[in-house]
């Protein structure tokens, strides 16, 4: 009897986790469409949608104006930041799940940074591979931040052979900077034309309009089905790789699918946004405090928690000093650098 009060205490507090977040993602989506420097209520905001939904005629008493910002400015800002909000924060708990440490995701592994050099360079050369088209700038995201990430772990085996977690993270952030610094020199070495993409870097949602939410999405749905496939493996290897192969796992091949899943996401999202670090890192170690670490929860839990926080982080960034607006990775950064340091302190505590 104990034993099934506690289950049932579980699954009502997993349950309560999903309506929180879910009504916490539709207030943050009618904050970030409902406020600027022109504010339309909630109520207009529905109808307004739902008059494009389903095609019958807005009352008069709702301004034209309204319909234009809503759908050519705001809704395409917002489900961009939504997008990349959900595939940095699912990135970031796949990895954590996989390395088995709350330190790990795409911005300390490197993985956004390899993402953005291949972002700068398809950028500043212009390239655009035929029959693709607008989606070359993702592509080489991708294969840049797939390239990084074994990089990373082939490295940290040569330093390790054990491939300790710590050193992969250390590896990682050394793999960041270095990418960074490469980033910083071709800036350095050429004229204005690349200047203008600093801001593009330090991460942004603003001015991209629905093409770029085109974009992201075949690739968001194709990570994200990959890693929710995984979510059983993903827990099993949670608890090490000798364990999940003693319960029948294919430990490699799944390491792999993961990998590759992370680094798809976390690269589309470097391509539309620029880098914004530490929301793979907040949101995932927030809700495994709340739901623990079954993945068939974490995951889709991080979607929507993570695509509501950086929405909020966007209203902020465009609000907190209008009309100027900071860059959105900037306002991650100050969250998520003071999280990033609790948690390593409260790791080094526990292992001293």
């Known amino acids: 009897m104990p034993s099934q009060s506690i289950r049932r205490y579980l699954q009502n507090k997993i349950w309560l986790t999903y309506v929180f977040a879910g009504i916490f993602l539709v207030t943050s989506l009618l904050a970030g469409i409902s406020i600027g420097t022109i504010s339309i209520p909630p109520g207009n905001i ?44 699912i990135a970031g708990a796949s990895f954590q799940g996989l390395l088995r440490n709350p330190l790990a995701d795409p911005y300390t592994l490197g993985v956004s940074s390899g993402a953005s050099v291949g972002a700068v360079i398809t950028l500043f050369f212009n390239w655009s591979i035929p029959f693709i088209g607008k989606f070359t700038l993702p592509f ?49 070495l050429t004229g204005e034309e690349l200047r203008q993409i600093i801001g593009w870097l330090l991460g942004s949602v603003s001015m991209r309009g629905w093409d770029y939410i085109v974009i992201i999405l075949p690739f968001f749905f194709i990570g994200v089905m990959i890693l929710f496939l995984n979510s059983k493996e993903l827990n099993g ?76 982080a966007d209203l902020i960034s465009r609000t907190i000093i209008a009309p100027t607006e900071l860059p959105i990775g900037v306002i991650t950064a100050l969250i998520g650098a003071p999280m990033f340091a609790y948690i390593l302190l409260k790791k080094r505590g526990r292992s001293s």
């Open 237 to 312: 290897m949670s608890f090490g790789e000798e364990q999940a192969r003693h319960i029948g796992i294919s430990v490699h091949r799944r390491k792999l699918m993961i990998l590759i899943a992370g680094s798809i996401l976390t690269g589309a999202a470097v391509a539309v946004s620029g880098t914004i670090g530490f929301v793979g890192l907040v949101i995932p170690h927030f809700l495994r405090r709340i739901v623990g670490h079954d993945h068939k929860h974490l995951l889709p839990l991080s979607i929507v928690v993570g695509g509501g926080f950086l929405v909020l």
């Open 140 to 188: 080489f995201s991708i294969i840049c931040s797939v390239i990084t990430v074994f990089l990373v772990l082939w490295f940290a085996q040569k330093v390790e052979r054990t491939m300790k977690v710590e050193t992969i993270i250390l590896t990682g952030i050394i793999f960041s900077s270095f990418l960074g610094s490469l980033i910083s020199l071709m800036i350095a």
């Open 46 to 89: 529905l109808t307004i949608i739902g008059s494009e939904l389903f095609g019958f005629h807005l009352p008069q008493s709702i301004d034209p104006m309204f319909t234009n910002i809503v759908f050519s400015i705001r809704l395409p800002r917002v489900l961009l930041a939504l997008l990349v909000g959900s595939s940095l924060a």
